[in-house]
Nanobody, 120 residues
Framework: QVQLVESGGGLVQPGGSLRLSCAAS????????MNWYRQVPGKDREFVASSPINDHAPAYADSVKGRFTISRDNVKNTVYLQMNSLKPEDTAVYYC?????????????WGQGTQVTVSP
């Protein structure tokens, strides 16, 4: 049974930091690109950061570049999102995503989300 369990969300003041974690189970973690997305009510889910397989360089949305850092631990089957210099516009539900593409097949899983609120 595939599970992606996010944790680490909460309320933080502008300029503060949070570290999100996503613990994965039920699939071969090292074979999946691990990604973070976020969503606010009434808007589409948007890409935040990606940690590809095989130690390829991570990718970030322009809005978080220089402030957020994605990392993964293939032994602990966990992906992290370190968020620094948080802004009110970072307020959203953050979702962990696992993605694998092979030939014409796609495997994709989502976590349940964790709320991040940036407010004075």
């Amino acid at each position: 049974q595939v599970q992606l369990v996010e944790s680490g969300g909460g309320l933080v003041q502008p300029g503060g930091s949070l570290r999100l974690s996503c613990a994965a189970s039920g699939f071969t973690f090292s074979s999946y690109s691990m990604n973070w997305y976020r969503q606010v009510p009434g808007k589409d889910r948007e890409f935040v950061a990606s940690s590809p397989i095989n130690d390829h360089a991570p990718a970030y949305a322009d809005s978080v570049k220089g402030r957020f850092t994605i990392s993964r631990d293939n032994v602990k089957n966990t992906v992290y999102l370190q968020m620094n210099s948080l802004k009110p516009e970072d307020t959203a539900v953050y979702y962990c995503n696992a993605l694998s593409l092979w030939l014409l097949k796609k495997w994709e899983y989502w976590g349940q989300g964790t709320q991040v609120t940036v407010s004075p």
